[in-house]
């Protein structure tokens, strides 16, 4: 059976899996939830009792939290492995996921993404104090990740891995505020991977637009 991915089409967390089953080839379905509504279905809450997406069901066997789902995916399909097999890389990679969570997902997305790119785009006004709060701490996000970047064509190595999609698809976000895309060029190396990431057809397959 086809795994069935339940989320918000706008969501970064939900935007990752899609990018991993995508990388993947797997074929599965959607199911629409947003877990900004007053009234999120009970039905997904005994999915997901904390109420963000993504979910994802597999034959019988649920799944929340994005890093358990997409390292799931790595191993229960065929298709390019996403996870390095070095323990070194390994550990490196779960570090960036570790790192994007914790310190760049807030201030890139929830900060400088809505409030300089989302609330302007439906004629809403960002909130000027939680944009620059957000540029400062993304800059010290955004080093610490340049800093972590392999010296190679992508952020853990040579082939491409999940750290790659998780960083990518809120990097895909920040990248559409002209100070977040400013913050990234300055970093060369995260710049360089994102030109190359921004390029794969997967990313467009997945990019959700604004919300109209
Ligand atoms: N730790 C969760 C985070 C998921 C998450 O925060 N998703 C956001 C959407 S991008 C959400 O559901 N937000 C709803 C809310 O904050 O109430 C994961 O890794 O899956």
């Known amino acids: 059976m086809r795994p069935i991915l339940h989320g918000y089409r706008y969501s970064v967390y939900v935007r990752i899996a899609r990018l991993v089953l995508e990388e993947k080839g797997v074929a599965y379905q959607r199911a629409e939830v947003n877990p ?3 009234d999120v279905p009970a039905a997904y809450l005994a999915l997901h009792p904390f109420g963000r997406v993504p979910a994802l069901v597999h034959d ?6 994005t890093g358990a789902i997409t390292r799931y995916i790595d191993r229960a399909f065929p ?3 996403l996870q390095p097999e070095a323990p070194r890389r390994l550990a490196r990679m779960d570090q960036i996921i570790g790192v994007v969570d914790a310190y760049a997902y807030w201030p890139l997305v929830r900060q400088v993404f809505v409030h300089d790119v989302l609330r302007p785009s439906t004629g809403a006004n960002g909130d000027p104090a939680e944009l620059e709060q957000g540029l400062a701490s993304a800059s010290k996000a955004l080093d610490a990740l340049e800093t972590l970047a392999a010296n ?3 952020l853990t190595g040579p082939d491409l891995s999940l750290a790659d999609l998780h960083f990518g698809a809120m990097i895909a976000y920040f990248a559409q505020s002209p100070r977040g895309a400013a913050l990234l060029a300055a970093r060369p190396r995260l710049a360089g991977w994102w030109r190359q990431l921004a390029r794969r057809p997967t990313l467009a397959t997945t990019d959700p637009g604004l919300p109209s």
């Open 36 to 38: 900004f509504a007053a």
């Open 60 to 65: 019988g066997f649920a799944l929340y939290e």
């Open 79 to 81: 298709g390019p492995a």
């Open 152 to 154: 190679d064509r992508w």
